[in-house]
Nanobody, 120 residues
Framework: QVQVVESGGDLVQPGGSLRLSCATS????????MAWHRQAPGKERELVAA???????NYAESIKGRFTVSRNNAKNTIFLEMSRLRPEDTAVYYC??????????????WGQGTQVTVSS
């Protein structure tokens, strides 16, 4: 069974910084894609940032220049460095991993989410 566990969510003031982490376990295969999504109250879940096993990244326009996604393939972990946070960044942040088709555990997996609140 693949497990996905996020950490690092917190209450932070506008303009502040935060680092989210996500660790996966249960599969010996390196995930093809790892990503962060977020869902604010009353809104649909949206992609924040994604990174492939080769290091190619993709960012939502709203966070470009403020957030940086990275991963450690040896540990199957993904990180999200967030800076210059705004109140509109307030959301539950979810980690997503895609296990390769070669694995018996292939498929898409989500974490339970970690709350990020940006408020003074």
């Amino acid at each position: 069974q693949v497990q996905v566990v996020e950490s690092g969510g917190d209450l932070v003031q506008p303009g502040g910084s935060l680092r989210l982490s996500c660790a996966t376990s249960g599969s010996r295969f390196t995930p093809n894609v790892m990503a962060w999504h977020r869902q604010a109250p009353g809104k649909e879940r949206e992609l924040v940032a994604a990174i492939t096993s080769g290091g190619t990244t993709n960012y939502a326009e709203s966070i470009k220049g403020r957030f940086t996604v990275s991963r450690n393939n040896a540990k199957n972990t993904i990180f999200l460095e967030m800076s210059r946070l705004r109140p509109e960044d307030t959301a539950v942040y979810y980690c997503y991993v895609q296990i390769p088709r070669a694995s018996a555990l292939r498929g898409d997996y989500w974490g339970q989410g970690t709350q990020v609140t940006v408020s003074s």
